[in-house]
């Protein structure tokens, strides 16, 4: 019974493992850390709302390895950031900046909100209208 629960214990406490696999680790820890920072604030195209780092998806892959790559070339953090933004736009980043072009990806929300909430209003104004229409003409028939 101890054996089931520390297993149990165990399976809660290990934290769940990225996609990043043991032969994508950099040689160089200060690389391997800076790598490590860039890659959750990228997109995988693919799987679209996944970080690079959380995607098993190939072109994650090759999205890590060409982090890791500039990194190598001497490239800074910021450097690496815009070389995937002029490689796969503004789509590539989890939080785009606010520019004209991505004016919808952030009111597009409360866009759909304020949609959904003036139709909400004129379908309960229509009912009770309707409600309403229908108790008149109830009345009119009773007298």
């Known amino acids: 019974m101890r054996l089931i629960l520390g297993l149990l214990l165990l399976l809660i406490a290990v934290p769940p493992a990225g996609a990043i696999e043991p032969h994508e680790f950099m040689k160089d820890p200060v690389l391997q850390k800076r790598a490590e920072g860039i890659y959750p604030s990228l997109r995988c195209v693919v799987c679209q709302n996944q970080a690079i780092d959380e995607s098993n998806a ?19 953090d910021t450097e690496v950031i815009d ?32 949609i959904g909430l003036i139709g909400i209003i004129f379908y309960f104004r229509r009912q009770s209208a309707a409600f309403a229409a229908g108790n008149k003409r109830r009345d009119a028939g009773s007298t």
């Open 58 to 76: 190939e072109l994650a892959r090759d999205m890590r390895s060409v982090v890791r790559a500039r990194l190598l070339d001497g490239d800074t």
């Open 83 to 114: 070389y995937m933004v002029s490689r796969y736009g503004d789509f590539v980043l989890l939080s785009p900046p606010f520019k004209s072009i991505t004016v919808l990806l952030w009111a597009g929300p409360g866009l759909f909100v304020l």
